[in-house]
């Protein structure tokens, strides 16, 4: 169980996080998403006691995780891959990361064998591709059996199969009744693995639910419609409940009424439609109009200063839903 | 590739019965540490070269003493010792390696995420790697000794062990690369940068001596012995310096050498704790 209270990181005048409280709870999938420089990293780090919060706190079974009597028992982290020496080999990083919380020479092999890199054990961790760093970093992680994982954006890089694998771990650990905390920019990726939400912007805590109710409160049907007689469509709309707005392209997307009901309804007026199109909101979609006002780097925007009206090039309506991989960050 | 984990064992699969399983102790920490300082390349080369650097120099500095007349004055064991006007910068580096390398590689997050209390960690490296300094240090210096001397006993100019302050000066000569290797320790924690570290290094042992030679005569009296240079290197001579500008005694010099050891290790301590990592 993780615990956060009013936790606030700043950096001379740059604020990271920004009076955050959630609590991470056993035994789910608790996915902490937001774009890139929401500020997920810095709130990881507050919770290992890598970093001092300005103000607030935050515990891990009930006290800071700097005085835990039995760290690596209690916390299995991975931030970075990168975060070892390369010159080192796999069983040495593993072996001195034991030993100092005294936990058998045994265990070292068996999580080498856990992540499947017992092969290379020998080998040093310079020569590593990603995905084998990330695992290395994995079997860090699970080194002491702990109870809590945290993991900071796992599938970062990976191809395929390093995905799905990382997935599967994470649920079989849950399913285990341990409590996983993962940060991802990609909502894709939390639809598939996260049952419960917090997601953040701006270093503040903009949703705490599950993915379920995210969807339900977040996501709306709409519908793309082309006609020559935008006027009288829109009145009708409007009439039976439901709004318009101008697309620009020559198209308006209708919402609060399903596709049936708009081709019903220029059926039975004698609108002539030229296109009907339902647009499906994923989570993706829901994400960036929820956070659009919170990406911190934009384009457009020269060294990333603060502007809060709507961003250029930040996805104002959600026109096309289908691409599924958006990374909101990179993207804008 | 191909792996799916569905359990991870180890909670009751009969090893962590054991109470102090999980718990970091200052044994483990310093096992732990000692894994780490054996585990990479840079440790076998910055001490190899030390080695060679030290007694191929004093080597060479006592054949060189052969060629001539030598005094009352003339100190038999600093001269085989010479070698280590260049290794006290060599143990400087690896010093500062140490634990700059934890922030140049980012291990620094893993060390601390899996032992979040920094007094202990921070306090099993600077051990261990005093330690490695010093047995590094009796090996290079006592090698050094005898060969100077092996080649010098030719033109019986050569001292033994059993001469007054020989064994002293010799054992010396390891505790002063130590305390080197320690001050750079200290910096390194401070700065956090290898390159920033080194030079400082450098910076107080060598260049901060050449300094004070363009000051008045009459300062440098008061100023030359506290440099640390001169403080720290009185410790492996055995004649008392007789000249001017006047120097600190081999044991009073050496404290004000570790102490200023003791201050950056101190300050870099005191930093760690309370600075992000």
Redesign the interface.
């Known amino acids: 169980m993780i615990e956060a209270q009013g936790l606030t990181k700043r950096y001379g005048d740059t604020t990271a996080v920004d009076n955050l409280s959630f609590s991470v709870e056993p035994g789910k999938i608790t996915g902490f998403l937001g774009p890139n420089g929401a500020g997920k990293t810095t709130t990881m780090?507050l919770i290992?006691?890598?970093?001092?919060p300005t103000s607030g706190t935050v515990t891990v079974d009930g006290r800071p995780?700097?005085?835990?009597?039995?760290?690596?028992?209690q916390?299995g982290?991975l931030?970075?891959a990168?975060?070892?020496?390369?010159?080192?080999?796999a069983y040495?990083h593993l072996?001195?990361?034991?030993?100092?919380?005294?936990?058998?020479k045994?265990?070292v092999s068996?999580v080498l064998g856990?992540?499947?890199l017992t092969d290379v054990a020998r080998k040093r961790a310079k020569g590593f591709s990603l995905?084998m760093g990330q695992r290395l970093?994995i079997a860090?992680a699970?080194?002491?059996?702990p109870q809590i994982l945290m993991f900071d954006e796992p599938v970062n890089g990976l191809d395929p199969?390093?995905i799905l694998?990382i997935r599967?771990?994470m649920k079989?650990?849950a399913a285990?009744g341990r409590t996983v905390f993962v940060s991802s920019h990609l909502m894709s990726e939390m639809e598939n693995t996260a049952d419960h939400l917090l997601v953040i912007g701006r270093g503040k805590l903009i949703a705490d639910c599950t993915v379920a109710e995210f969807i339900a409160a977040n996501s709306q049907l709409t519908v793309r419609v082309r006609t020559p007689q935008q006027d009288l469509l829109a009145k009708l709309v409007a009439t039976a409940g439901g709004t318009v707005r101008e697309n620009g392209d020559g198209t308006i997307v209708i919402a609060g009424l399903d596709p049936a009901q708009v081709g019903d309804l220029a059926y039975e007026n004698s609108v002539r439609l030229h296109e009907l199109a339902p647009l499906h909101a994923s989570l993706e979609q829901a994400f960036m109009e929820l956070t659009a006002s919170s990406v911190q780097f934009r384009a457009g925007v020269p060294g990333g200063q603060d502007a809060n009206g709507p961003a250029a090039g930040a996805p104002a309506g959600g026109e096309s839903a289908e691409g599924d991989q958006v990374l909101v960050g990179e993207v804008l | 590739?191909?792996?799916?984990?569905?359990?991870?064992?180890?909670?009751g699969a009969g090893?962590?019965s054991s109470a102090?399983?999980?718990?970091?102790?200052l044994a483990?920490?310093l096992?732990?540490?000692f894994?780490?300082i054996r585990?990479?390349?840079?440790t076998y080369w910055t001490l190899l070269v030390l080695v060679i650097v030290t007694v191929g120099f004093g080597a060479l500095a006592s054949f060189g003493a052969t060629r001539g007349q030598h005094g009352p004055l003339f100190d038999a064991t600093q001269r085989s010792l010479g070698g280590l006007y260049i290794s006290q910068l060599v143990i400087g580096v690896l010093g500062v390696l140490v634990i700059s390398?934890?922030y140049s590689?980012?291990?620094?997050?893993?060390?601390?995420?899996?032992?979040?209390?920094?007094g202990l960690?921070i306090t099993a490296k600077a051990l261990v790697f005093a330690v490695v300094a010093f047995v590094t240090g009796l090996i290079t210096c006592f090698a050094s000794f005898f060969l100077g001397q092996a080649i010098m006993s030719s033109h019986h100019i050569g001292v033994s062990l059993s001469d007054p302050n020989v064994l002293r000066a010799v054992l010396g000569g390891a505790l002063f690369l130590t305390a080197c290797g320690m001050l750079a320790f200290g910096l390194g924690l401070l700065l956090r940068h290898t390159a920033g570290a080194i030079t400082t290094v450098v910076g107080l042992l060598f260049v901060v001596t050449v300094l004070v030679n363009f000051l008045p005569s009459s300062w440098q009296d008061h100023i030359d012995k506290w440099m640390p240079a001169m403080a720290g290197t009185q410790i492996w001579s055995t004649i008392p310096s007789q000249g001017q500008p006047a120097m600190f005694a081999p044991w009073t010099g050496f404290a004000v050498f570790c102490g200023y050891a003791a201050i950056a290790l101190i300050a870099g301590v005191i930093l760690f704790r309370?600075r992000?990592?």
């Open positions: 780090r290992l006691g890598l970093d001092r995780f700097s005085e835990a009597a039995r760290p690596m028992r916390v982290a931030l970075d990168k975060a070892m020496h390369g010159g080192r080999s040495n072996l001195c990361l034991a030993q100092s919380n005294n936990l058998p045994a265990r068996e856990l992540v499947g995905g970093g860090a699970l080194l002491g059996d199969e390093g694998w599967n771990l079989a650990l285990e | 590739m191909a792996m799916t984990t569905t359990q991870i064992p180890m909670a090893h962590a102090h399983i999980g718990t970091p102790t483990g920490v096992r732990s540490e894994t780490k585990s990479v390349r840079s390398s934890e590689t980012g291990m620094i997050r893993t060390t601390l995420t899996t032992l979040p209390r920094r960690m309370k992000d990592a």
